[in-house]
Nanobody, 120 residues
């Protein structure tokens, strides 16, 4: 079992910055990657960024160059640094803990979500 606790959401103006945190506990050794997803009202949940145990990262095209995912292993915490925020970034952001099953990567655990609102 893995537990994820998210924090750091809030209201910012366009062009501003925000850092989300996700503290993980439990059977962390079983996790192959962690990521951030977001879901806006009326839309499907979409991948924002992923970081693997080896430190490789992947980003949605819409956030490349603006968002950075990182991990502090000593604190068992994953971060999402969001810069140059746009109104279209407004969504509930969810932390994920994922495992690889052959060629498939599956999210086994979700955080509770944190609201990010970007005003124009």
């Amino acid at each position: 079992q893995v537990q994820l606790v998210e924090s750091g959401g809030g209201l910012v103006q366009a062009g501003g910055s925000l850092r989300l945190s996700c503290a993980a506990s439990g059977s962390i050794q079983s996790i192959d990657a962690m990521g951030w997803y977001r879901q806006a009202p009326g839309k499907q949940r979409e991948l924002v960024a992923v970081i693997t145990n080896g430190g490789s990262t992947n980003y949605a095209d819409s956030v490349k160059g603006r968002f950075t995912i990182s991990r502090d292993n000593a604190k068992n915490t994953v971060y999402l640094q969001m810069n140059s925020l746009k109104p279209e970034d407004t969504a509930v952001y969810y932390c994920s803990a994922e495992r690889d099953y052959g060629t498939r990567r599956i999210t086994d655990y979700w955080g509770q979500g944190t609201q990010v609102t970007v005003s124009s």
